[in-house]
């Protein structure tokens, strides 16, 4: 068998290296440099390049990306314009999650979101990866205070309040790079979806300047209580069902560790969550312990299954979080009354064993909790090749001087709807090995569907499949 390309990648915003670490795991790409603000970030690209773990030769680029040269990044790997295959990142764009309060950013082009095109247009890969969190796909450039928006009297949204005004912007800036205009597919995914043991919703872009439209494959795992009636992948023969969702047990139930590097809750909230059983939450507690714990949160309606949450083994881990020991947001061991370890989190995102992070404790949890999912990056890497391996390295490609393809957006069950934690006075504990009837995750109700970005409207999805 003739032996595979490589392709020549340059990562940008690369934080812990997640993304990267599965473009690596396919066996088909040549880390070439990385670019990174972070200091501590850079020392664990460093290390592990130190360690043989990464390519030796990576460059690595310590710094602001707004005040570097594109042209410098190529110069120092010897490559030109157009000659890269693929540029990949996923910008901090803290202000689309929305974990948050949203925050506007009223002149997109001076974001982060804006540098990495930037250097699409300097560097012009042949394809571009970018990743980012779900919520870009419906953040606006300027935002509208609720009290004024038009269901409570106030005018019509503008364009640019509109939601998903930013990528629409971004999609209109992308197709103006004078000489490669790039088609763009964005993918709404979840990696539980893919055999990673988290639920961790993102999206994907993947540009390329072949006017191509890229399709990224179907779920090949899913909610083993409703895999029935799943679809096939796109890769297996017809018989050939979903597997179950990988779970929390599978990444870290055979880790030992004597020394475990933990962001610890407080004595305090060790006494609430001592009291709390796996697979549940404040639920459990007595009322009058839930409301001495909560304050005024315990009024609240919504948004609570993480207050003084402990894990199950049995489940998916929940979305990794940068501080696990939030009381809101509790990322309790099943067993041990402590939040997860390091190299639990790392485990949950797929990072090799070998893989080492520098920095204080704080740090080397931002680095884990905000990487991609390693599996994320292997499946877009291995889309990206086989698309790479069927096209034509040159600028007269036959669908190049096409007219011009609407840019996609496909959703591909990327929501996972919550497990029953309370209904009708009754509190539902995941208890490890039982069938938990009850507490059930719901069965999906769209699995997959397309939609345009057009004229700063998002066209209604085609090719719906509803459970």
Same mark, same amino acid.
């Given at each position: ?43 664990? *690209? ?31 790997? !010897? ?14 764009? @803290?202000? /689309? %999650? ?32 970018? #990743? ?21 009297? !106030? ?9 998903? %005004?930013?990528?629409?912007? /971004?999609?209109?800036?992308?197709? +103006? *790079?004078? !000489? ?25 872009? *993947? !540009? ?43 990444? *870290? ?36 312990? @839930? ?52 190299? #639990? ?5 797929? /990072? ?11 740090? @080397? ?45 496909? =959703? ?9 934690? =309370?209904?009708?006075? $009754?509190?539902?504990?995941? $208890?490890?090995? +039982? ?9 999906? +109700?769209? +699995? ?20």
């Amino acid at each position: 068998m003739a032996k595979r390309s490589e392709y020549k990648v340059i990562s940008l915003f690369s934080g812990g290296m997640g993304l990267d670490t599965g473009l690596a795991q396919t066996g088909r790409y040549r880390l070439l440099a990385c670019v990174e603000k972070e200091r501590v970030f850079c020392e664990t *690209i460093r290390h592990n390049r130190r360690a043989g773990r990464i390519g030796k030769h990576v460059k690595v680029f310590e710094g602001d990306i707004s005040v570097l040269d594109p042209g410098e990044v190529l110069d120092s790997v !010897g490559i030109r314009p157009g000659e890269l295959d693929l540029l990949v990142g996923g910008p901090p764009c @803290q202000s /689309f %999650s929305t974990a948050g309060k949203r925050g506007t950013i009223q002149d997109p082009r001076g974001t982060l979101l804006w540098q990495f095109l930037r250097f699409i247009e300097a560097i012009r890969p042949r394809f571009f990866l970018m #990743e980012n969190v779900r919520g870009l796909l419906s953040a606006a450039v300027k935002h509208r205070a609720i009290a004024e928006r038009p269901e409570n009297g !106030g005018p019509p949204l503008e364009p640019d309040e509109q939601p998903g %005004s930013v990528i629409r912007q /971004f999609a209109d800036d992308l197709q +103006k *790079i004078p !000489g490669n205009r790039y088609h763009m597919d964005c993918f709404e995914v979840n990696a539980v979806n893919y055999g990673a043991p988290q639920l961790r919703e993102r999206a994907l872009f *993947i !540009g390329n300047r072949f006017n191509e439209s890229i399709d990224f494959p179907d779920p090949t795992h899913g909610n083993p209580n409703s895999l029935d009636d799943a679809p096939r992948t796109l890769f297996d023969p017809p018989h050939v069902k979903l597997q179950p969702w990988k779970t929390l047990g599978d990444a *870290i139930g055979d880790l030992e560790e004597s020394h475990p590097i933990v962001l610890d809750f407080s004595p305090r909230k060790k006494g609430f969550l001592s009291l709390v059983p796996p697979g549940s939450n404040w639920r459990s507690l007595p009322i009058e312990l @839930q409301q001495e714990s909560m304050g005024s949160a315990w009024y609240a309606k919504g948004g609570r299954s993480g207050w003084w949450r402990r894990l199950s083994f049995d489940l998916p881990c929940p979305t990794l979080v940068t501080m696990p020991n939030h009381a809101s947001t509790s990322l309790c061991h099943p067993t041990l009354t402590r939040a997860l370890s390091i190299q #639990e989190y790392a485990r949950i995102q797929e /990072f090799p064993d070998s893989w080492e992070f520098c920095g204080t404790t704080s740090e @080397q949890y931002a680095q884990v909790g905000n990487a991609v999912p390693v599996r994320l990056g292997a499946i877009a890497g291995q889309v990206i090749a086989e698309s790479l391996d069927n096209l034509s390295h040159e600028d007269n490609h036959p669908k190049a001087n096409n007219a011009r393809q609407p840019y996609r957006v496909v =959703y591909v069950q990327s929501h996972v709807r919550t497990r029953q934690w =309370y209904k009708d006075g $009754e509190t539902f504990v995941w $208890e490890q090995g +039982k069938d938990n009837e009850g507490a059930q995750y719901a069965a999906p +109700k769209t +699995k997959r569907k397309s939609g345009l970005m057009k004229n700063h409207k998002l066209a209604k999805g085609t090719d719906s499949l509803n459970a």
